[in-house]
T-cell receptor, first 114, second 116 residues
Framework: EADIYQTPRYLVIGTGKKITLECSQT?????MYWYQQDPGMELHLIHY???????EKGDLSSESTVSRIRTEHFPLTLESARPSHTSQYLC?????????????FGQGTRLTVV | AQKITQTQPGMFVQEKEAVTLDCTYD???????LFWYKQPSSGEMIFLIY??????QNATEGRYSLNFQKARKSANLVISASQLGDSAMYFC?????????????FGSGTQLTVLP
């Protein structure tokens, strides 16, 4: 069973609020990712990190920001939430070595901005 | 850039029957990995099976097998003896060895419904 946790699972918040989605993993993985997924649609990579103090933007442009101060923690922040940010956000982690290593996913955060 | 195509938005299968979910990919890289994930309605992504581009044998994991045809760039998932609990969204994904990112690129998914 994967040891990667996301909180909150569900969040309904008003426009203009600042929010932080939490993601933590206890597997010691160096690489972590954030994906955005609209209902019934494919996942799009928005951020990734190779390790502490490393963050990169993914294929899909996002107004969110991330930080990686500790190996196990990779929070995602939206400074001013908008209805267009309504989506599911999935965090994942994997080992760096080799591309055959599966990515372990958290249960996701379903964000609704009203 | 790599691309994953899943042409079946939805599939139905009778319980205990086998089903094949299609996946084709496009990449100019020689070294890559192909993955299948299952996403139930609860939202989490569950890893099912992996196939490396240099693996000569098709991968198998329990009731899941991956029909890898490298020349055709296809990596279809076969689920044998379907169960009601198999009803979910299934995503094919690819990871490249080259480049700095090595992140997973996902297809658009196939919604599988198993009928009793």
């Amino acid at each position: 069973e994967a040891d990667i946790y996301q909180t909150p699972r569900y969040l309904v918040i008003g426009t203009g609020k600042k929010i932080t989605l939490e993601c933590s993993q206890t597997m010691g993985h160096d690489k972590m990712y954030w994906y955005q997924q609209d209902p019934g649609m494919e996942l799009h990579l928005i951020h990734y990190s190779y390790g502490v103090n490393s963050t990169e933007k993914g294929d899909l442009s996002s107004e969110s920001t991330v930080s990686r101060i500790r190996t196990e923690h990779f929070p995602l922040t939206l400074e001013s939430a908008r209805p267009s940010h309504t989506s599911q956000y999935l965090c994942a982690s994997s080992e760096i070595a080799g591309f055959g290593t599966e990515a372990f996913f958290g249960q996701g955060t379903r964000l609704t901005v009203v | 850039a790599q691309k994953i195509t899943q042409t079946q938005p939805g599939m139905f299968v009778q319980e205990k029957e086998a089903v094949t979910l299609d996946c084709t990919y496009d990449t100019s890289d020689q070294s890559y990995g192909l993955f299948w994930y299952k996403q139930p309605s609860s939202g989490e992504m569950i890893f099912l099976i992996y196939q490396g581009s240099y693996d000569e044998q098709n991968a198998t994991e329990g009731r899941y097998s991956l029909n890898f045809q490298k020349a055709r760039k296809s990596a279809n998932l076969v689920i044998s003896a379907s169960q009601l609990g198999d009803s979910a969204m299934y995503f094919c994904a690819m990871s490249l060895l080259s480049g700095s990112a090595r992140q997973l690129t996902f297809g658009s998914g196939t919604q599988l419904t198993v009928l009793p």
